[in-house]
């Protein structure tokens, strides 16, 4: 690395024409009076940010994770570039241009054959925006909520349902190649010196290998069964930025497929580790909620332990590359932080807990349930969206015909066959039901018992007329699974079955007379002395 960090160039002269490049780029980007065009150098290209655009072109190095010395190769990436980041971004990615045509001009949008690129180098196009737009630096500075997380969640769920394309039994996904990897991460740490406490680089290793011989199998089931997908493979929190009011995740990695396709769960991992070393694992929470409901895929719930581990390992190599490049001073351990997160994803309670919600249509149970599996870094299930999900219909998708046709005992048996396979890996559940008659709540109730959980019963309640103008209110908003509407509201009073003395026994009374907040919700949970 040279002294402004940026890394050596194979060839002098293939440097000093990208410099000579930039520079021309930039006067041309140039306006009067407004400032200059603000320069970004990473590892691989430099941007040049002139508002509203922002122009992003390839450098000439040769690095050991990628060859950009040819320049065909530069401009089949950034084509590449825009293509797979249109999947999520679309919004950002607006095509590219002849980087020596100044001034810039000819947009192409990347929408037919490469063989109507312009001609020569190529700078990738994109909209411009704040720095301090970009999760990096929101989530530090409280910018982000669980709304915020949960939407994120909902963006990644439909991107890897939908549109990362399935690459079947992929070589690099198999168990044995992710276990190498994570390995590798371990003999590099080691071979550079900088971790102190060496003892835990056996630990994580050992824990390693352990995950492997467990979730081995499953990763192989999932690998044959279309859970690989052509992903983003850079989710980290520099790479998600708030645009146009929503979350929007950008910068995949182009240049290696390999390094894209993955099993979801590890795709999504990136971000979930990111958020826990951040200092949120509500919001970790949060994402991986809206992700589950988008998805349905909790089996991926097993290996996220697993994922997290190793993306916290792949950072905790990459801090200790760049101290050593730097020749930091032996201090703290420059990635202990990421260290001590890996060593944290080993570890899940012997006795998970499990709270189940109790109330009438409009109370607001799902408010709760979301808050509740934030603050409790548990997976929620609901019983409106797994409903859709049994009659095959969109989640989206509105009218009370749901009720109608659906086998409310299949619902519930689904909910505790879910709860059950999450409970018996140790992640605690959110269970967001009605759970009006005592038979379902007795279900959960046992099924605690059987896996040796902690259960606790989250009753909700507020006054009925209260209840009926929620209820219509949301059907005529219609931005929600549930489609309960008045007249479901009305069967339920008529056979609701109140909690009996041992249920309210392991109740927590919530007043939903008035909106929940985090604040609140908290506050009614510890003064039962829940943990």
């Known amino acids: 690395m040279d002294t402004n960090g940026r890394p050596p160039f194979d060839d002098d002269e293939a440097a000093a024409r990208h410099e000579r490049r930039v520079a021309a780029l930039r006067a041309a980007l140039a306006l009067p009076g407004a400032p200059a065009p603000v320069r970004i150098d990473t590892h691989i290209s430099t941007v040049l940010v002139a508002p509203p655009r922002a122009y992003k072109l390839k450098r000439p190095v040769r690095l050991p994770f990628v060859d950009l010395s040819d320049p065909a190769r530069r401009r089949a990436l950034c084509i590449e570039e825009v293509r797979l980041n249109r999947r999520l971004a679309a919004s950002l990615y607006l095509g590219v ?112 290998r352990r995950r492997a011989a467990r979730l081995g199998p499953l990763r192989d089931a999932r690998n044959r069964g279309g859970f690989v997908r052509d992903g983003h493979g850079d989710l980290h929190l520099g790479n998600v930025v708030t645009f146009e009011g929503a979350p929007v995740p950008f910068d995949c990695l182009e240049f290696d497929a390999r390094l894209r396709v993955a099993d979801v769960a590890d795709d999504v991992a990136f971000v979930l580790m990111d958020l826990r070393h951040a200092g949120r694992p509500d919001l970790a929470a949060a994402l991986l909620d809206g992700w589950l409901q988008a998805t349905g895929d909790f089996d991926a719930v097993a290996l996220l332990d697993d994922a997290c581990a190793y993306r916290a ?112 890996i140790g992640w605690p559940v959110v269970v967001d039901a009605a759970c009006l008659a005592r038979a379902q709540r007795r279900r959960f109730a046992e099924l605690a018992v059987s896996v040796r959980a902690r259960f606790a019963i989250a009753d909700v309640d507020a006054p009925i007329g209260l209840l009926r103008e929620r209820v219509a209110a949301r059907a005529r908003r219609g931005d929600d699974a549930s489609d309960a509407d008045l007249a479901v509201l009305e069967a339920q009073r008529r056979t609701h079955e109140p909690l009996d003395a041992h249920e309210r026994a392991v109740a927590i009374r919530f007043d939903a007379s008035r909106p929940f907040t985090r604040a609140s919700v908290v506050s009614a949970w510890h003064a039962r002395g829940c943990a």
Not at 114 to 142: N, T, Y
Not at 319 to 338: L, N, T
Not at 365 to 385: N, Q, W, Y
């Open 97 to 208: 241009i002849a980087a020596d045509a100044l001034p810039p001009r000819s947009l192409w949008p990347v929408d037919g054959d490469d063989r109507d690129a312009p001609a020569g180098e190529l700078a990738v196009v994109m909209r411009a925006f704040e720095p301090q737009s970009l999760w990096a630096q929101r989530v530090p500075a409280g910018g982000v909520d669980a709304d915020d997380a949960r939407a994120l969640g909902d963006v990644l769920g439909g991107f890897h349902r939908d549109r990362a394309a399935r690459v079947t039994d992929a070589p690099h996904a198999h168990a044995n190649a992710v276990l190498a990897r994570a390995l590798d991460n371990v003999e590099t740490l080691r071979g550079l010196g900088t971790v102190e406490d060496v003892g835990r680089l056996d630990r994580l290793a050992a824990a390693a």
């Open 313 to 424: 390992m792949v950072r905790a190599k990459v801090s200790a590359i760049g101290a050593s490049q730097r020749h930091e001073q032996r201090g703290r351990d420059p990635c202990a932080g990421y260290l001590e997160l890996a060593d944290a994803c080993d570890t899940r309670p012997a006795s998970p807990l499990l709270v189940a919600t109790h109330g009438l249509s409009g109370s607001g149970k799902t408010v709760l349930s979301g808050l509740l599996a934030a603050e409790l870094g548990a997976v929620r299930l609901r019983s409106d969206v797994e409903r859709k999900r049994m009659l095959g219909m969109p989640l989206d998708a509105r009218g009370a015909a749901s009720y109608a046709h659906a086998d409310r005992e299949a619902v519930y048996v689904r909910l505790e066959a879910l709860a059950r396979g999450l409970l018996s």
